[in-house]
């Protein structure tokens, strides 16, 4: 089993930027493909960025494409977001996930993921 605790949310202004982190233990980091997904409240869970295991390989939502970067540290065990132009719709609470496989008609999927962490309040207002 893998664990995962994410970090790095907070208030932040229109245009503004964050980083978040997600720490993982328990398995071996790299094993496995790591995703963002994000959950405003009334709404349901939706798939942000995914990284498959080397890091050489990401998909994005289309609205977050060009402004969000996910990517990986294999040596750390650690997932990042970087999150720049940031806007009042990507006002959220952020989840980091983690499975061993990756399926090209389910990765957008909350379901396909079988290990969450807690999440991190992102909060962007003026």
């Known amino acids: 089993q893998v664990q995962l605790v994410e970090s790095g949310g907070g208030l932040v202004q229109p245009g503004g930027s964050l980083r978040l982190s997600c720490a993982a233990s328990g398995r071996t980091f790299s094993n496995y493909v790591m995703a963002w997904f994000r959950q405003a409240p009334g709404k349901d869970r939706e798939f942000v960025a995914v990284?498959?295991?080397?890091?050489?390989?990401?998909y994005y939502e289309d609205s977050v494409k060009g402004r969000f970067t996910i990517s990986r540290d294999n040596a750390k065990s650690t997932l990042y977001l970087q999150m720049n132009s940031l806007k009042s719709e990507d006002t959220a609470v952020y989840y980091c996930?983690?499975?061993?496989?990756?399926?090209?008609?389910?990765?957008?999927?909350?379901?396909?993921?079988?290990?969450w962490g807690q999440g991190t309040q992102v909060t962007v207002s003026s």
């Open positions: 996930a983690a499975d061993p496989t990756f399926n090209s008609n389910d990765y957008r999927l909350y379901r396909f993921y079988d290990y």
């Open positions: 990284i498959k295991w080397t890091g050489r390989i990401t």
